[in-house]
């Protein structure tokens, strides 16, 4: 297996294409390794670093896996892949159960950070957080408020990751 460096610049509309209908997002805390489907990030240039920032509900366990540690990676499907994984590693939730295994998904060792990447979902953003920022209600434009927080409190944290590495896994 071989790892292709690309540079986020030229592929970062790629990335963004790909968030409908979903990417992933890998991470690691002791042994447990837990994906989930995200929908909504963003991927720029602050501190003169490039930064991907994804935006967690503080209820799902991606998020307590990320307060216990800070890295994680963006996995990006590449021409045909498993689309039932998508829905299977967004309704699912790491707590009650190994959803990688279930998902059949093959894990694959990291160049930088400790999480790992996923051969079927082959271009990978190694990230490792700067910054988190929680969202909140008072702040919020009342028009997303109504559409996406009718239930419950704005409740996402944008986690600001700076991108340390960037490649496709290859066979
Ligand atoms: C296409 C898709 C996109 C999603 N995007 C996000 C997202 O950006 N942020 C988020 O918090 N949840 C998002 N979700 C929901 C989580 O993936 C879902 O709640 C998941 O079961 C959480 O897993 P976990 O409890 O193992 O962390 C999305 C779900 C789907 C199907």
Redesign the pocket.
Known sequence: MTKRPIDIRECAGDIIRAMR??ILLTTKSGEKV?S??????TIGIEWEKPIFI????TC????EMLQSNGEFTINVPVGDFPRKA??F???????DMD?IAEAGLTLVEPNIISVPGLKEFPLTLECRVLYQQQQNDHELNEDIKRRFYTMETAD?TAFYAEIVDAYVIED
């Open positions: 209908p979903g837990n989930m489907a995200i929908g909504w990030g994804a935006f967690v509900r799902r366990f991606t998020h998508i829905g590693l967004g309704s699912k939730s790491g707590r959803k996402h």
